[in-house]
């Protein structure tokens, strides 16, 4: 019988039942399927799957690891750090890219030149989170299909910058390319329709915790349009008004360090994370749903917030 372990992506198929006690939670590692072998639990084992990750160095030449939330013959679901964007930078071309990082891990041979991932979707470079790829053309072309039909449903956390009124909506306003600032989008009453909607979970005096839909898929929608409603990201150096957030610009009063070093900060990436990924696999038809947990940073972050900027 099938069982399915909700703390890791993949099943477990059992060629007997288990008593429910010898069911071991929690996620999987290389070392629990070296003692289950040990103990015998290898006779009940047909199929595994199990959480893999591995490590690459962000723009900034700091570790960030890497981690499949979801594999099989069709499609890969990663869960990527910020710092690393998913297909290789127009304006630099030697940052390490998620898409040919995957190329050499799934390709045949070390040096295999054929396409062994087809991106299908993109999140900015310093936005965490869900990032699905196609492992051959069929997929690719199938996954496209649903994007461009909207069968996909994306779920982002965001921290904003001030409040937004009324605290859930659909924000409805059309984008283009700024015709004079490279790399950045405008709202345009000619432009593409865009739409997102919006809930807010949590608020805080000057920020709060909003979990958002897009449903386009523009480039920088998400961030264009909570400046366009007055609730920028709140890191958010292109539309919004930080580059990092420090604990003094949380805290009443910091005091200096002793050897006056500047104060680290508590985030220096936009403060957005694609949370969620619900969709009908194109070749299986079953329902996946995919969630990717919240970074260290935008934790750290959030319980900052909750201690120093809660309203009283």
Known sequence: MPVRNNHFPGEVILHRALPMSALIIGRLTSKFIYIAKKIGF?????????????????????KRRITILHEDDDLLIVDKPAGIPVIRD????????LKELL????????ADSEQAVWVVHRIDMDTSGIVMLARHEEAHRRLN??????????TYLAVTSGIPQPDRGEISAPMEEHPSRKRR???????????????????????????????SGRTHQIRLHLQHIGAPLAVDPMYGSHAALDISMLKRSVS?????????????R???????????????????????????????????????????
Request: hydrophobic residues 35%; charged residues 30%; glycine residues 2%.
């Open 42 to 62: 290898c006779l009940f084992i047909e199929h595994l799957s199990v959480m893999n990750s591995f490590q690459i160095r962000d723009k900034h030449q700091r």
């Open 90 to 97: 127009r304006w630099d071309a030697n940052l390490p890219n």
């Open 145 to 154: 299909r649903l994007f461009q039909e909207r069968l996909v449903e994306k």
């Open 103 to 110: 190329q050499k891990q799934y390709g045949k041979k070390p």
């Open 256 to 268: 200096p360090r002793r050897d006056d070093a500047p104060i680290s900060p508590l985030i220096n």
């Open 270 to 312: 936009l403060t957005l994370h694609a949370s969620r990924l619900r969709f009908k696999h194109p070749f299986s038809e079953t329902q996946v749903d995919i969630e990717a947990p919240l970074p260290k940073d935008f934790s750290a972050l959030l319980k900052r917030l909750r201690k120093y900027d809660r309203i009283d």
């Open 185 to 215: 989008m405008r709202i345009a009453r000619k432009g593409k329709a865009a739409v997102t909607r919006y809930e807010t979970l949590e608020t805080f005096r000057r920020f709060a915790l909003l979990q958002l839909s897009p449903i």
